[in-house]
């Protein structure tokens, strides 16, 4: 039985497998015939020309040298035998060029039975031709995925941007603040407490600060922004008592927004003045102001342990600043406190600092104040009396007397209207 080898007809290498394709240049391969040397499809079993079995695989001989009848024999190695390709026929003139060029059709075997020959190149199909436009959609729709990916990574860190921003992130905090503290959470609240806050104030002493009552909250909007600090404003609502505006101050401590909480540290250093301490409580009225460097009260605080100590500079920086901030923080300090300070204020700038001009402006705000009792009218009146006779403007201090001799109802005040009023008129 003859055996057959499977051979590229393209570059003609041999395969050990009966392959459609050449695993070398994916040429075509073929069955080669070892009787004839026929070249055959690969699912064939049986010679198409002399009919001789070929399903085994073995070796085979090249086909048989083609002798042109007429010429001489050449000594010549059949491994460099090359068949020369057939001459085509002239063109006729005026033909189309491309029907002279034009190759076997697809699936004939016209060429098939020379292992050794060169096969021509198949024409170019349609397919082959519309395989670059596939390749650009493909393409295409890549650099479209990528552009929406490159989208959405800067979208999403447009949005990552937008929540870090502080008009974002101060009023999500804040709303979490109140609700804690509605809530009676005290644990969560006091975790966005300052790491100053916290230093000063333990969860234990902020919890037994706060009272039972229940509130609830609403409306929060930011009321005043500077750079490292944002102030809110909410609606509060206590059962049985009319709705009012509250406060609430954050500020970037440490890289983070979180609440200056200093009310436990005010309330002692009030308790200290009240028991005559000056000493603690300018020391917790300074811890106070480290907390909140913006709060009035404890800048207010700081005035009074100042004008305690006789410290006349220190005390009229820390009332100057504490009535600066109370303009544009609010704060729980009250309009009597506020009174006291331009008081201290007065005093100090007239006494210690010999300030008349400056002690005259205080007295005239204390005079603005509202609800002032007729007694405190009459003491700020005869003060500034005495204060315009000592740098000669005789008019406005006799114009002092006159309204405190209508107010002063202490006949030792009554007495000192007088005494003024003597020294202002001389006898002839």
Known sequence: MASAQILCTKCGAASAEPREACPKCGGKNSRVCGACGNQNSIPKNFCDKCGRPIG???????????????????????????????????????????????????????????????????PVSEETVSQPSFTARRRAINVLAALAGVAAAAYGIWRWHESRLPEVLVPKLAAEYLDALSSRDYARAYEIFSPTARKYCTEDEFRASRDETSWTWSSLRIARRESGAILLDYDLQVPGSPPRTDHLLFTLEGGRWTRPY?????????????????????????????????????????????????????????????????????????????YRLHAILADTYRHALGKRDLALEQFSQMLAFPDISPADQCQILLARSQLYSEISRPGEALADLDRGAQLCADPQDQARVQQFRQALNPPE
């Open 56 to 122: 085994d695989l073995g070796p085979v001989a090249p086909p048989p040298k083609t002798i042109i009848p007429g010429a001489p024999a050449a000594d010549i190695p059949a491994t460099m035998i090359r068949r020369a390709a057939e001459p085509q026929p002239a063109a006729e003139p005026g033909g189309p060029p491309v029907a002279a060029r034009r190759l076997a059709e697809p699936g004939s075997t016209s060429g098939l039975d020379d292992l050794w020959v060169v096969p021509a190149q198949p």
């Open 262 to 338: 200093n009310w436990t540290l005010l309330r002692q250093a009030e308790a200290a003045f009240e028991k005559g301490d000056s000493e603690k409580g300018l020391a917790l009225a300074q811890a106070a102001g480290t907390v909140d460097p913006r709060d009035p009260m404890a800048w207010g605080y700081l005035c009074e342990a100042a004008y305690y100590r006789k410290s006349p500079a220190d005390a009229a920086t820390r009332c100057a600043k504490a009535l600066e901030l109370a303009q544009v923080y609010p704060s729980n300090i009250s309009l009597k406190s506020l």
